[in-house]
């Protein structure tokens, strides 16, 4: 995986965690670290207008409904 990728699943991990712990929200920091280093290379507070996150929030949204709607309905007896 490569690191913007990385970041992207991040993102979702921390949009999943908000809204599954309502003990936990933004903001949100973030600290990236080079390999075998021990000093940051950046250091980024995620905010509520953060539109990177926000979009990445609406669009997983989406995609879990629309992933939903295509999985098969409970059908009672």
Not at 17 to 30: E, F, M, Q, R, Y
Not at 37 to 64: H, K, M, N, P, V
Request: charged letters at 25%; proline letters at 3%.
């Amino acid at each position: 995986m490569g690191f913007e990728d990385a970041i992207r699943l991040l993102m979702v991990s921390f949009d999943s965690t908000i809204k599954a712990n309502l003990s936990v929200g933004l903001p949100l920091d973030l600290q990236v670290y080079e390999t075998d280093s021990l000093t940051s290379r950046d250091q980024i507070r995620i905010e509520a207008d953060d539109e990177y996150f926000q979009s990445i929030s609406d669009g997983w949204g989406e995609a879990l409904r629309n992933a939903l709607l295509q999985l098969p309905s409970y059908e009672l007896d």
